[in-house]
């Protein structure tokens, strides 16, 4: 069993930055793809980033790319989402996941094999 555990989130003023953390355990990180959803109040989970096993490769959805940037230290057992230009629009319960292969994550749903609780940004204009 593989444990997901989010921090780093809280109250931003639009334009900020804000940078969020996910610590795994009870696996081998090393081993799972990475990424992160959000959902926002009335909508669906959406699919923000995911990044493979080594960190050589990432994928963005089209709201956030070039704004935001995953990243992991496999060291660490830690994967991160900076967010940086920080928009009303962006305000969710964000969430870790994990998985087998980057395409998979980036699929949600069902694909994803692990998921976090959640922590909550909000971004006030």
């Known amino acids: 069993q593989v444990q997901l555990v989010e921090s780093g989130g809280g109250l931003v003023q639009a334009g900020g930055s804000l940078r969020l953390s996910c610590a795994a355990s009870?696996?081998?990180?090393?081993?799972?793809?990475m990424g992160w959803f959000r959902q926002g109040p009335g909508k669906e989970r959406e699919f923000v980033a995911a990044?493979?096993?080594?960190?050589?490769?990432?994928v963005y959805a089209d709201s956030v790319e070039g704004r935001f940037t995953i990243s992991r230290d496999n060291a660490k057992n830690t994967v991160y989402l900076q967010m940086n230009s920080l928009k009303p629009e962006d305000t969710a319960v964000y969430y870790c996941?994990?998985?087998?292969?980057?395409?998979?994550?980036?699929?949600?749903?069902?694909?994803?094999?692990?998921w976090g609780k959640g922590t909550l940004v909000t971004v006030s204009s």
């Open positions: 996941a994990a998985g087998r292969l980057l395409t998979r994550v980036a699929a949600g749903g069902n694909s994803v094999d692990y």
């Open positions: 009870g696996g081998t990180f090393s081993s799972h793809a």
């Open positions: 990044i493979n096993r080594s960190g050589s490769s990432t």
